[in-house]
């Protein structure tokens, strides 16, 4: 077990939240990626992608954060997949070069989830 998986969840969302996306991740192993899912409230592991689906409370509010987080996988350069209704967004990552999760999906999660707090 690595030193951050002994970290309370926040914590562990804030030290991946604080690290940067690599160019050539490489896929991760589904025991470390089932390690790291634990630090993201509400994310779960469905195949090789990494999903979350937020709600909002109109659709501005739903905008402003597919807007952030654009921002977010532009500065990146990794992109999610998402699904946008009205009041809902769903976000998928996952590393289409590595065939399945790497370290910057969870990365930018992290990330997604900084937006909202």
């Known amino acids: 077990m690595t030193a951050t998986t002994h970290q309370a ?3 562990r969302l ?3 939240a604080a690290e940067g996306c690599r160019n ?5 192993v589904h025991a470390e990626a089932a390690t790291l899912v634990t630090a993201l409230p509400g994310w779960s ?3 090789d992608s990494l999903r979350k689906a937020y ?5 501005d509010a739903t905008m402003d954060f597919v807007n952030a987080l654009a921002d977010v996988a532009r500065s990146q350069n990794h992109h999610p997949d998402l ?7 769903g ?6 070069d590595a065939g ?7 990365i930018c999660a992290a990330r997604t989830e900084r937006l909202l707090g």
Do not use: K, Q
């Open 9 to 11: 969840p926040d914590s």
């Open 14 to 16: 804030a030290a991946l």
């Open 24 to 28: 050539g991740a490489p896929r991760l």
């Open 45 to 47: 592991i469905v195949g």
């Open 55 to 59: 709600s909002f409370a109109d659709f």
């Open 83 to 89: 699904a946008v209704s009205y009041a809902r967004c």
């Open 91 to 96: 976000v998928t990552f996952s590393t289409h």
């Open 100 to 106: 399945g999760l790497t370290r910057n999906d969870f």
